[in-house]
């Protein structure tokens, strides 16, 4: 890596015509999408929030589908974006070579890559507002608040979209994204009370996953959809704010790294 | 001016990994022109039509396409040049007349501007019809034929074709070519690179044969031809005598004898001369080794200045 590498991105209007183009093949295959993006998560909201929450009468002064309702919308975002960013960006970059053909054009790789970013945001933003109607249809929030957690889910799409588009500059074929589920997300699913509050964990593991931007996105979410103004919302939100800025300014320079040799 | 190339190096890597890719080329494309940039594998081809878009930096040298400065006004530069890259790189999930408009787009044109030239474009890449055509039920040949329209949404004042007829069959390549000589003859510059000898004999006004990153020689492929190989070869082969000696211990011999130059390779040898009477008559007497008489072409300066060995 060397300095110039990391010099601040530098965009152009663009970058639209590139979201446009992952927008227009995303609509070819709108249906098996929606329904990928939204059956599993719900799927598991329903089987774990009726089957545990007949042993489980109430989190938090809630029953435990509502609790879960917040969580489930989180991390199916955090899913969707981190696919996006993953597989379909790394298809896009390595495998069809899209990038390089967009390069040819007056278009910058930073706008290639901040078009992806933004992308799998607004496709993870998608999945989550269609979770968040089916969330409402079954009753489990009723109130105008929920709305609110659309924009803290785009703002959560982002951040997960950054951190993956790192492990897609990284990535030397897809096997490798294995090792970022297993060894990130899947913990920090577990460590960001989506399925159990966190004051259920030891006060060492605690320490660590206040640090983690799913829970930073659950603290936001689940008191929304209860219908309460979240506490330290703003401290929160600057998470997700911040790590989506590093994470994008690192991921470009290893793209740049990557691409632009 | 299309394309200014002055000094290029480009290196990779530092400190003692470092490797000069490019080493110093100079090149100056002349409006309307078709020139070819002949090499073999890792050349420097490739990289320096990179540098000359922008999409690396130089290490040294200074790079003006189509007049501006790259790589600061890069962006601006490709604007006005198409590029038909290497590898395809069609989009899978479109169909013929959305990787054009969609490719349009990347240049700020909207789907009104382009949509009424798609019948042009497509008839032109020889897929007249094919508007609705997914690109997984096309030939290699036409996806490369696509990728040559495609790079024509912005009419661009430089076409880069990256070894445009690689892999194709005949038909495609003669399509190809005759494609492209009509683009010149509309005044559209040319830069192609091309191991493909017969290619740039037959396209190129100019071309330039590169090696291990510098410029060998440069000029039309009459002059380059005519400086640096003698006009007549002939190529020996077969048996020489009954002990079962071959064509390579019959040059040992006597090629000295009837030719400038010969050059063996495995069992074949070529002999480079100005007048090949004698060569003939003597290996009329040699009833073993067959033979094969003929002008010397551009592949024989290639050969003679890059050498036989493989380079992968």
Redesign the interface.
Known sequence: MTP?HFAPPRL?L?LF??W??NF??WR??ALPSIVGNLADPVIYMLGLGYGLGMLVPEVEGVSYIAFLAGGTLCYSTMNAATFEALYSGFSRMHV???W?????????LDDIVAAELVWAASKSCLAGTAILAVIAIFGFTASALALAAIPVIFLAGLCFAALGLIMTALAPSYDFFMYYFTLFITPMTLMSGVFFPQSQLPDSVRTIADLLPLSHAVSVVRPLLLGQVPQQAGLHLAVLGVVTVLAFWLALALTRRRL?? | MPLEITGLVKR?GSGADAKEVVRGIDLKLRPGECFALLGPNGAGKTTTLRCA?G???ASSGSISLCGLPVPEQA??A??R?G?V?Q????????TCA?NLI??A????MRESEIRPRIPELLAFAGLEGKDKARIQSLSGGMKRRLTLA??LV?KPELLILDEPTTGLDPQARHLIWERLRRLTAEGTTILLTTHFMDEAERLANRLAILDAGRILVQGTPREVIAAHIEPQVVEVFGEWDNTGAGAAAWAEANAATFSKRCEISGETAFCYTDDATSLLAHLARQPGLRSLHRPANLEDVFLKLTGRELRD
């Open positions: 110039t152009s663009r015509a590139v446009r183009r227009l093949v070819k295959l069809q070579k899209t390089e053909a967009i390069m040819n054009a007056p278009v910058a632009l040799k | 990779f878009l999409l690396t930096g962006r601006e490709r604007a040049v590029v890259p590898l395809d790189s069609l989009d899978p999930d479109f959305e969609v490719f787009g990347y240049f700020g495609r790079a912005n």
